[in-house]
């Protein structure tokens, strides 16, 4: 008796990627958000100190 095999689409086995899909959002370049966290983070010390 030979075995088959059930294949389903990827997108019913929940593997389905949306790769091909161009973001419409802004794209921010990860020094200007490294460099905001930072700045945000030395607000928040020296506020916090002058409290």
Same mark, same amino acid.
Do not use: C, N
């Given at each position: 008796? =030979?075995?088959?095999? %059930?294949? *389903? +689409? $990827? $997108?019913?086995?929940? @593997?389905? &990627?949306?790769?091909? $899909? !161009?973001?419409? &959002? +802004? *794209?921010?370049? +990860?020094?200007?958000?490294? !460099?905001? *966290? /930072? #700045?945000? @983070? =030395? %607000? @928040?010390? /020296?506020? $916090?100190? #002058?409290?």
């Amino acid at each position: 008796m =030979a075995q088959e095999m %059930i294949r *389903t +689409p $990827s $997108s019913m086995a929940g @593997i389905m &990627g949306f790769y091909d $899909s !161009a973001g419409g &959002g +802004p *794209t921010l370049d +990860p020094k200007g958000v490294f !460099a905001f *966290t /930072i #700045l945000f @983070i =030395a %607000i @928040i010390k /020296i506020v $916090s100190m #002058l409290m």
